[in-house]
């Protein structure tokens, strides 16, 4: 039997050792900030612009209550289901689209399930704004909808536009709708049943029906 020189031995001891605490590393998941890109992956941790989750939803089912979601430049075709108390912050509404799929998870492209949400930064819409899909009855109904008496939340820098109604509050009291354009959709803003203490200032709302 061969015995190693004790500088060999030593050497591959410490070779053992790297490349047992690197196969052991795992990436941690993003807690309290989650970014999305559309170049990223709904499997990466989302922890750094570098490792972003590909879809918004992805990213607000993995970031702590209380936590922010930054989405990057891009459009996400999706209905956004916000069940928790987050931050959406996209990069600006010029460069940042929400649209919500025909017959996707959710009748409204953002749906606001939990109170204290936060939405800034986006255009929101849907698709099938065209002759052919006009009459398809698994169009979104809405841009943003928050129902339920415990539900608010504060939607601001945003364009909402080519909905059939832009923004859709029923039933919930405390919202906060503030500099936002709500544009060219059926409906701007319809405001259902209670709707005490909503707050809706410096929109621009222009060419709805």
């Known amino acids: 039997m ?3 020189p004790t500088s060999s031995l ?19 998941p993003c807690t309290t900030l989650c970014y999305v890109s559309p170049g990223g992956l709904d ?5 750094t612009p570098g490792t972003a989750k590909l879809t918004i939803n992805a990213a607000i089912a ?3 209550p209380g936590g922010t979601v930054e989405v990057a430049a891009g459009t996400y ?4 289901i916000v069940n928790k108390v987050v931050t959406l912050m996209g990069a600006g509404s010029a460069t940042t689209t929400i649209s919500g799929p025909i017959g996707g998870l959710d009748g409204a492209t ?26 398809n009855g698994a169009l979104n109904f809405a841009g943003v909808g928050i ?16 909905n059939r109604s832009g923004i859709d509050i029923n039933n919930s009291n405390g919202n906060n709708i503030h500099d936002n354009t709500i544009d060219n959709n059926h409906t ?3 405001l259902r049943n209670q709707t005490d203490n909503t707050t809706f200032v410096n929109n621009v709302v222009t060419n709805n029906r």
């Open 77 to 80: 075709n999706e209905d956004v």
């Open 147 to 162: 129902q339920g008496q415990t539900v608010n939340a504060e939607i601001r820098n945003c364009v909402i536009a080519g």
């Open 2 to 4: 061969r015995i190693l």
């Open 43 to 47: 499997t990466n941790d989302g922890d």
């Open 110 to 135: 953002v749906r606001i399930l939990a109170s204290g949400v936060v939405v800034d930064g986006f255009t929101i819409t849907r698709d099938g704004n065209n002759p052919v899909d006009w009459n």
């Open 188 to 190: 701007g803003v319809i």
């Open 10 to 28: 030593k050497s591959l001891l410490v070779g053992l050792a790297f490349l047992s605490v690197a196969a052991t590393a795992q990436a941690v």
């Open 62 to 64: 993995a970031v702590s």
